[in-house]
C-alpha cells in the first residue's frame, strides 16, 4: 500500500522559507512522480510542483516559479518543496501525491493516484 506522509508545515512570516517534505513508502515500482498541490480556503486545489524519479520530468506553476523548488532524494523516497519569498497567499493546505510513471502537464491533478493527508503553511503578512 503506497503512504504519503507530508511533514514541514507552519507559521511563517511574508518572506519568509519552508522546506515541505513528502515521504513515500509502499512503492513496488521504480519509476515514480510526486507532485506537490495546495488549497486554500474557498479555493480549488491548485497543482504547485511535479517531480519523477529520473529528475527527467518536473512541472512548476507560474504562481511559484521563482520562489519554490522541487527535489528529490530517490534513497529515501522523499521529495522536497522548497518554499522562499513566502507570501500571505500562498497560505494553504499542503499535500503530496504519487503515481507510477510521470508527472501529466495536461492534467490538473498531474495524473497523481495516491495522496497524503495534507499539512498547513500559513503565510503572516
Known amino acids: 500500500e503506497v503512504q504519503l506522509v507530508e511533514s514541514g508545515g507552519g507559521l511563517v512570516q511574508a518572506g519568509g522559507s519552508l522546506r515541505l517534505s513528502c515521504a513515500a513508502s509502499?512503492?513496488?515500482?521504480?519509476?515514480?512522480?510526486i507532485g506537490w498541490f495546495r488549497q486554500a480556503p474557498g479555493k480549488e486545489r491548485e497543482g504547485v510542483s511535479c517531480i519523477n524519479s529520473r529528475s527527467d520530468n518536473t512541472l512548476i506553476a507560474d504562481s511559484v516559479k521563482g520562489r519554490f523548488t522541487i527535489s528529490i532524494d530517490n534513497a529515501k523516497n522523499t521529495v522536497y518543496l522548497q518554499m522562499d519569498s513566502l507570501k500571505p497567499e500562498d497560505t494553504a493546505v499542503y499535500y503530496c501525491?504519487?503515481?507510477?510513471?510521470?508527472?501529466?502537464?495536461?492534467?490538473?491533478?498531474?495524473?497523481?493516484?495516491?495522496w497524503g493527508k495534507g499539512t498547513l503553511v500559513t503565510v503572516s503578512s
Open positions: 501525491a504519487a503515481n507510477n510513471y510521470y508527472c501529466s502537464g495536461s492534467r490538473s491533478d498531474y495524473g497523481m493516484d495516491y
Open positions: 509502499g512503492f513496488t515500482f521504480d519509476d515514480y512522480a
